[in-house]
């Protein structure tokens, strides 16, 4: 949808470069909320106007027959949507009380914790979401994007590793991958991961655009904006690369700051009055 195509970068950027920097990257700045993308939100093509009429559809369904997990799920996807996210895991959370074993029900309603950070209790609800006999690639690859939030990329690649034997070349996995690597500082790999992910058939806009995000990262720029114009209107491409550098340009500066030393204890000390 434009609603989400035309501020995606823009989105992982923020939060992207806040935990890559944080991490210490020394480079030249989101899934993804996406950092990785991959607890993901809705991808449908609607605008937000359309979403808010599927709101207001499911709200209806949802308070009618709230016993109806289809209608719960439909709901907090929309609320999702529109950027109610607290309200989405309240729902869901409703939903999951009566349904505790409904799987489908379950991995939405670990997919929107993690949406409002609450990690930890994402990643419990989301081990209910499938079993180890009958695993979901689907479920995997958002616990490794969790996993991604705390800062466990290890152990998170283990996850899309699992899933990647179940979907082979599956680009979202692919995606989430590829920002793990960027999180870890391993830019290189991450944007080899995102390239093969853009290759293959009937990937969708979020992988090109972390791909764009993570070539950007790299101070490619031109080549960066390039990539994002194949979702993204020239304006829109243009406008997020610009955030993107301008991004990196303030943490620059801040880098290239000399540390103030502490002043002596008695530059400290206050004169005495007579």
Same mark, same amino acid.
């Given at each position: 949808m434009r609603l989400a195509q035309s501020t995606t970068l823009r989105l992982l950027a923020s939060t992207a470069l806040a935990a890559l920097l944080t991490a210490g990257l020394a480079a030249c700045k989101t899934t993804g909320q996406? +950092? +990785?993308? $991959? =607890?993901? +939100?809705?991808?449908q093509p609607r605008t937000e106007a359309d979403w808010r009429r599927e709101a207001e559809k499911w709200e209806a369904a949802y308070r009618a027959h709230p016993e109806d997990t289809g209608n719960a799920i439909e709901y907090s996807q929309a609320l999702r949507a529109t950027g109610q996210r607290a309200q989405a895991v309240a729902v869901l959370e409703q939903a999951s009380i009566q349904n505790p074993h409904d799987k489908t029900l379950l991995g939405a309603y670990g997919r929107a914790l993690a949406d409002v950070g609450n990690y930890n209790q994402a990643l419990d609800v989301l081990s209910r979401a499938h079993t180890p006999e009958l695993p979901d690639w689907r479920i995997l690859s958002a616990q490794?994007? =969790? &996993?991604?939030?705390?800062?466990r990329y290890e152990e998170a690649r283990r996850y899309y590793a699992s899933a990647l034997k179940i979907a082979p070349d599956e680009p979202s996995v692919l995606s989430n991958l590829g920002l793990s690597y960027a999180l870890s500082k391993d830019l290189k790999k991450a944007e080899a991961t995102l390239r093969q992910a853009t290759a293959q058939p009937g990937v969708g806009s979020r992988a090109r655009q972390n791909l764009a995000l993570v070539v950007g990262l790299q101070g490619r720029f031109e080549e960066a904006e390039a990539i994002a114009r194949a979702d993204l209107p020239p304006d829109e491409a243009a406008a997020n690369v610009a955030f993107l550098r301008q991004m990196l340009s303030?943490?620059?500066? =801040?880098?290239?700051?000399?540390?103030?030393?502490?002043?002596?204890?008695?530059?400290?000390?206050?004169? &005495?009055? $007579?």
């Amino acid at each position: 949808m434009r609603l989400a195509q035309s501020t995606t970068l823009r989105l992982l950027a923020s939060t992207a470069l806040a935990a890559l920097l944080t991490a210490g990257l020394a480079a030249c700045k989101t899934t993804g909320q996406e +950092t +990785t993308g $991959s =607890v993901s +939100t809705p991808s449908q093509p609607r605008t937000e106007a359309d979403w808010r009429r599927e709101a207001e559809k499911w709200e209806a369904a949802y308070r009618a027959h709230p016993e109806d997990t289809g209608n719960a799920i439909e709901y907090s996807q929309a609320l999702r949507a529109t950027g109610q996210r607290a309200q989405a895991v309240a729902v869901l959370e409703q939903a999951s009380i009566q349904n505790p074993h409904d799987k489908t029900l379950l991995g939405a309603y670990g997919r929107a914790l993690a949406d409002v950070g609450n990690y930890n209790q994402a990643l419990d609800v989301l081990s209910r979401a499938h079993t180890p006999e009958l695993p979901d690639w689907r479920i995997l690859s958002a616990q490794g994007a =969790v &996993l991604d939030q705390l800062g466990r990329y290890e152990e998170a690649r283990r996850y899309y590793a699992s899933a990647l034997k179940i979907a082979p070349d599956e680009p979202s996995v692919l995606s989430n991958l590829g920002l793990s690597y960027a999180l870890s500082k391993d830019l290189k790999k991450a944007e080899a991961t995102l390239r093969q992910a853009t290759a293959q058939p009937g990937v969708g806009s979020r992988a090109r655009q972390n791909l764009a995000l993570v070539v950007g990262l790299q101070g490619r720029f031109e080549e960066a904006e390039a990539i994002a114009r194949a979702d993204l209107p020239p304006d829109e491409a243009a406008a997020n690369v610009a955030f993107l550098r301008q991004m990196l340009s303030q943490q620059n500066d =801040v880098a290239k700051k000399p540390a103030r030393s502490a002043p002596s204890p008695a530059a400290r000390k206050p004169a &005495l009055r $007579s």
